[in-house]
């Protein structure tokens, strides 16, 4: 079995330790396979004896450390006991995870727990929010800023904060790999490089900062940036806060946690929950809706519809009742809109922020005369006009492949500039003009009917093959519905049908403010997200079929968009 450590920082009284206990029955009873886990406590400042000595039965199994009080005193906001866990961890974990108090385990995570020990990294859910910064500068000047002050270096700024508000710029969400320090997981190969970083960064940035709460996570930044780790920008399963705009921007996510972090104070008191039996049942019986309640069954299923802590009885708790997780999506979704066409208001702004506006309004009058709609998706109004860009200058007589064609103005587009499309869409449904009111980019379509440059074939990608080599092939949020393995072999597919200098043109969609490729088609589960793989992964694959990769574009969290999204220009070597 591989050693997962599970570092938690927790001030020694009765609220903390009612934390941990649950944590701790809650890592108990998930099934572990491959992984054993041991939960270690930090405690800084005075401990309440009476309280240690009622929850001791419930803690025996977690390794507790007290940091020295000369420590909790020289240093603020819990600082003592979070640094310590750094720099007493023990050293034989394959993995170490930093966790809150306040977050819980609901689900068996060896998957990312392997992926991690793997690949070496630092991995984690990416900041919520930007931390606070000086009157007048930006969070980029800041991280700029620090970054130069403290480590002598530049930044990069390829991530984005997990939960922006729809309209934010992508510029000034963007961020360093930064990560909600709620559940950071660490591989036990880089952990002394980036723990030995970090604690000098730590304390250095106190005065730097105008709220020196947040020293922590960005000197983890700055610790791994400096170290050059593998980073991973983690999906919210492992580490969902109770959050309503969290609960808004990732249901999918939300009907998949691992992880809870249950900080949001409104609907609860996290200190009391665990803590009694009164407030155990109290938190059980309220009417709580969205995260909070699928919180609240995660709780009930685990950890039981009984307490399971009698704090002054030291007999080993119960079996719980359990009750079933929730199988429905937690959250009412919104039945699927009928009428596919984006507003004008939505077009206008897309429009102001699209760097080929010009292209972009061809193919919405395209879509709209020949589907009747154009796709009311802020991606497409990124991806359609970003591939015609890189085909532009395609000379008549060209031949190029659209695969997974669904509804799309692009092949039109081409067609009337004299390039000669092959279109490939196994969708078991066909649309047949005139277009209809519940139309969506889904389905095969036969492109003959409106131009006589574009040849529709009604297969799957794997039945196909081209009469001739290609000049470019292009494939539009397409790749991510497919299964890794029928990705990989598309890619190598791809190779075999371009001639030599021949381009391929990719857009993916990403789970947003990751580096997740989404991994679900028309609702449903494609195949778990770490066998789907990321975005490194994906690179990967094209190197190894062949592929020069000539850009790699990342939007994270694209405005008023349910997915990320990368954008791929490639050459066939
Ligand atoms: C999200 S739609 C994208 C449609 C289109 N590319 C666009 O830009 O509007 C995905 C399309 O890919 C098709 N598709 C997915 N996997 C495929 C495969 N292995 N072979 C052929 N078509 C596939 C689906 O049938 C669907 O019509």
């Known amino acids: 079995m591989k050693k997962v450590a599970i570092l938690i920082p927790a001030s020694p009284n009765l609220a903390f330790f009612s934390q941990i206990a649950a944590s701790a029955l809650a890592l108990r009873r998930l099934d572990w396979q491959r992984w054993e886990p041991t939960l270690y406590a930090f405690l800084g400042g005075e401990p309440d004896f009476a309280a240690l000595e009622a929850w001791r039965p419930y803690l025996r199994d977690t390794m507790m450390t007290f940091v020295p009080a000369s420590l909790s005193d020289a240093h603020r906001f819990y600082y003592a006991q979070i640094d310590s866990l750094f720099r007493c961890a023990p050293v034989d974990a394959d993995v170490l995870v930093r966790m809150d108090a306040d977050t819980l385990a609901v689900q068996n995570f060896e998957d990312v727990l392997d992926y991690v020990a793997a690949t070496n ?26 970054a130069h002050l403290l480590t002598g270096r530049s930044v990069g700024f390829e991530h984005a904060y997990s939960l922006p508000p729809a309209d934010a710029p992508q510029d000034e969400w963007a961020t360093p790999f930064y990560l909600n320090d709620g559940v950071v997981l660490i591989a036990g190969s880089v952990f002394a490089d980036v723990v030995e970083r970090y604690l000098k960064l730590r304390p250095n940035l106190m005065d730097h900062l105008p709220d020196p709460y947040f020293s922590g996570q960005i000197a983890l930044a700055l610790a791994t940036a400096q170290a050059g780790v593998h980073s991973c920008a983690l999906p919210m399963r492992y580490n969902f806060p109770n959050d309503e705009l969290a609960e808004a921007r990732y249901p999918e996510e939300l009907d998949n946690v691992c992880i809870f972090h249950y900080l949001r104070t409104h609907a609860f008191d996290r200190q009391k929950i665990f803590a009694s039996v009164s407030a155990y049942h109290e938190f059980l019986e309220l009417p709580l809706t969205g995260a909070n309640k699928v919180f609240q069954s995660c709780v009930s299923r685990l950890i039981g519809s009984e307490y399971p802590f009698a704090a002054t009885d030291a007999a080993p708790a119960a079996r719980p009742k359990t009750v079933q997780a929730p199988r429905d999506p937690a959250i009412a979704r919104a039945p699927p809109k009928q009428h596919r066409d984006m507003s004008a208001e939505d077009l206008c702004a897309a429009s102001a922020a699209s760097e080929r506006g010009d292209l972009l309004r061809d193919l919405v009058d395209i879509s709209r005369a020949a589907f009747g709609f154009f796709v009311d998706q802020f991606t497409y109004t990124v991806n359609y006009p970003w591939v015609a860009g890189r085909l532009e200058n395609l000379p008549a007589g060209s031949r190029v492949l659209d695969l997974g064609a669904g509804l799309s103005p692009l092949p039109l587009w081409l067609a009337d500039r004299g390039v000669l499309v092959d279109t490939v869409d196994k969708h078991p449904i066909t649309r047949t003009l005139p277009p209809a009111e519940d139309w969506n980019g889904w389905g095969f379509f036969d492109y003959r009917q409106l131009h006589p440059n574009v040849a529709s074939h009604h297969c799957a990608i794997a039945e196909f093959t081209p009469v001739c080599e290609v000049d470019a092939v292009y494939s539009i949020c397409v790749l991510t519905h497919m299964p890794r393995a029928t990705r990989e072999d598309t890619l190598w597919r791809c190779h075999g049908w371009l001639r030599s200098g021949g381009r391929l043109l990719l857009t993916i969609d990403l789970i947003p403010a990751t580096d997740f490729l989404w991994n679900r088609s028309e609702g449903k589960e494609v195949e778990p997200l770490l066998v789907h793989g990321t975005i490194d992964e994906l690179l990967r694959q094209l190197t190894s079929a062949g592929f020069q990769l000539n ?11 349910r997915t990320g999204l990368l954008l791929i220009d490639c050459t066939a070597t």
């Open 551 to 561: 850009e790699s574009r990342v939007l994270r969290t694209p405005r008023r968009s």
């Open 121 to 146: 990294s630092v991995a984690g859910v990416t900041a919520h929010f930007p931390f606070p910064t000086w009157p007048g500068v930006t969070s980029r000047q800041s991280w700029i800023g620090l």
